[in-house]
Antibody
Framework: EVQLVESGGGLVQPGGSLRLSCAASGFTVSSNYMSWVRQAPGKGLEWVSVIYSGGSTYYADSVKGRFTISRDNSKNTLYLQMNSLRAEDTAVYYC??????????????WGQGTMVTVSS | AIWMTQSPSLLSASTGDRVTISCRMSQGISSYLAWYQQKPGKAPELLIYAASTLQSGVPSRFSGSGSGTDFTLTISCLQSEDFATYYCQQYYSFPYTFGQGTKLEIK
């Protein structure tokens, strides 16, 4: 079965760091473009970052310089390293897979989400 | 960044109704548009990609149309399980952007 399972969320103080993980099964993370999308409580969806199959990365302006997307091919796992966290980063974080390999496409597989709360 | 205007933000309808949700872009995106359905506490699910192609397993009462800057999601005969929030998303250029969402509620 093709699925994504996130972990690593929790409560962190402003200025702190957290690393989210997204374990994939049923497909190879390095073959598809993989993104992180977040949703603040009661709000809409916000795209955060993408990593291409070739390794290129892109970020939303709101997280550029603070967040880093990466993957471990041997573990078939996607990561999001989040530093200098702010209250406005509080959200459910989803990992998502582009439908087609090797090109931008819609997100056809989503994880269940992991909650990140930034608060003192 | 490409700005998206999704409307309406709230839609009240009854089972069996036909409803339409609109998404307008600040610039042309060809057909690089997707529609998602999200239910409370759940991850979004892909309904339509490439503006008008139905994702596998999605009921045929869902349809999408449009290209360039104006797009529409239509649900032809509402079922009880369709009451949810719907989002459009462009994947034409970074940063990818989502519409503000349309909450479809029971009248």
């Amino acid at each position: 079965e093709v699925q994504l399972v996130e972990s690593g969320g929790g409560l962190v103080q402003p200025g702190g760091s957290l690393r989210l993980s997204c374990a994939a099964s049923g497909f190879t993370v390095s073959s598809n473009y993989m993104s992180w999308v977040r949703q603040a409580p009661g709000k809409g969806l916000e795209w955060v970052s993408v990593i291409y199959s070739g390794g290129s990365t892109y970020y939303a302006d709101s997280v550029k310089g603070r967040f880093t997307i990466s993957r471990d091919n041997s573990k078939n796992t996607l990561y999001l390293q989040m530093n200098s966290l702010r209250a406005e980063d509080t959200a459910v974080y989803y990992c998502a897979r582009d439908r087609l390999r090797g090109q931008p496409d819609a997100f056809d597989i989503w994880g269940q989400g992991t909650m990140v709360t930034v608060s003192s | 960044a490409i700005w998206m205007t999704q409307s309406p933000s709230l839609l009240s309808a009854s089972t069996g109704d036909r409803v339409t949700i609109s998404c307008r872009m600040s610039q042309g995106i060809s057909s690089y548009l997707a529609w998602y359905q999200q239910k409370p506490g759940k991850a979004p699910e892909l309904l339509i990609y490439a503006a008008s192609t139905l994702q596998s397993g999605v009921p045929s009462r869902f349809s999408g149309s449009g290209s360039g800057t104006d797009f529409t999601l239509t649900i032809s005969c509402l079922q009880s399980e369709d009451f949810a929030t719907y989002y459009c998303q462009q994947y034409y250029s970074f940063p990818y952007t989502f519409g503000q969402g349309t909450k479809l509620e029971i009248k």
